[in-house]
Nanobody
Framework: QVQLVESGGGLVQPGGSLRLSCVAS????????ISWFRQAPGKEREKVVC????????YYVDSVKGRFTISRDNAKNTVYLQMNSLKPEDTAVYYC??????????????WGKGTLVTVSA
């Protein structure tokens, strides 16, 4: 079964940090681009960042540039999202998602179930 499982969410104070993980199974992980999306209550789902499978290209939404860092470890079938200097507006359910190929230009075809990040004092 093709599957993505997120972990690492939780409650943090503004200015704090979290590292999210997404573990993939059921497919050849190294051949696929992986994205992180988020959805806050009452808002549309937003693409946060994507990392390609081979050339290392990374695309961040402007609101997280300089604060979030995506990386992948193909040997562990895992992609990470390091989240620093967190703000209340970062509060959302965070999802990892697979693009149907090596690059970030196509919409996802596989989604995880999400992990909740809450940024509050």
């Amino acid at each position: 079964q093709v599957q993505l499982v997120e972990s690492g969410g939780g409650l943090v104070q503004p200015g704090g940090s979290l590292r999210l993980s997404c573990v993939a199974s059921g497919f050849t992980f190294q051949y696929y681009a992986i994205s992180w999306f988020r959805q806050a209550p009452g808002k549309e789902r937003e693409k946060v960042v994507c990392i390609s499978s081979s050339d290392g290209s990374i695309y961040y939404v402007d609101s997280v540039k300089g604060r979030f860092t995506i990386s992948r470890d193909n040997a562990k079938n895992t992609v990470y999202l390091q989240m620093n200097s967190l703000k209340p507006e970062d509060t959302a359910v965070y999802y990892c998602a697979r693009s149907p190929g090596r690059y970030c230009s196509r919409g996802p075809d596989v989604w995880g179930k999400g992990t909740l990040v809450t940024v509050s004092a």
